[in-house]
């Protein structure tokens, strides 16, 4: 079969109506091939020119490409505005209404051991207290011997001690930072050690991990006076303008003399912590000079504190990883 124009004018003629009336892209590429794909019918035409005259063949030539060139161009036209319908389509069908409210996205808060922690510091601090740090891991020296407990005295097991190897053992409190603090400086100085002790204790009210915060202030002149309104500060800043501190008579190796903390809070007493005025030997031993020298310290459980600002029954509650627990800080 020859090519001719009037073939092309009919195929041109259906071609431009059908690329137009194409109802996706998938029919579109179909449309596409069956004019201009190796069986299409253009192509067919193309491949008749070959029966023609010369002349005719150079003429017939140009028209066919003119129109290859023409539906091309519809197709391009269309696959647009199939892809402007379909998104039209997309926005219409997949409205979004952004005055809906939100759904807040669920918000952990901190531990209420770190919120009491960071209370605690916080007054501190403000009172002209630096914070020093001290490791888990600690020499017999700094949690016991610089502290005044006598070699193989009983007092060592006192605390319940973990041992761990290279005579080391996990600090039984933070008075370990009593020592590394103090050796190599001269008062005065002030300030407050929070962080994490061990003993091998386990009931409602112990855990073989927990928390102290230990203060120091040594000078020329500070007395037990300070010491007791120091704390009564403290708890009131803790425990609000209703709250009491009592002294009962204690004994630590490293404080003379020595007191156990009550606290008063809703008409009732709890143990708090332990203090006193540092031991002359405790200053002498951090090469400070005890006849020059003299200042308190005190310690006290964090978590203990948290157990009594929240009236928290069981000290396993604070540390099991209970959301529905810790949910209610
Ligand atoms: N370290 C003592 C304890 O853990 C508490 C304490 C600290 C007592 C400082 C006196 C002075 O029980």
New binding site residues.
Partial sequence: MAASVADLERILAEAETAIREVGSAQALAELRASYLGKKGSVSTLLRGLGQLSAEERAEAGKATNEAKKRIEAWVAERKASLALDARAKDLAEHRLDVTLPGFAPPRGHLHPTTQIEREMCTFFTEMGYGIEDGPEVESDWNNFGGLNFPEDHPARDLQDTFFVTGGNVLR????NVQIRAMTGRQPPFRFVSPGRVYRNDLDGTHYPMFH?I?AVCVDERTTFADLKGTLFAFARHLFGAEAEIRFRAHF?P??EP?AEIDIGWEGRWLEW????MIHPRVLLNCGIDPERYQGF???MGIDRTAMIRWDIPNIQLLFDGDVRTMEQF
């Avoid at 039984?172 to 008075?175: E, F, I, K, L, R």
């Fill in positions: 039984t409190h933070t008075s102290q230990e630590f490293f404080t020595s912590g332990g203090c006193g310290a005190f310690g």
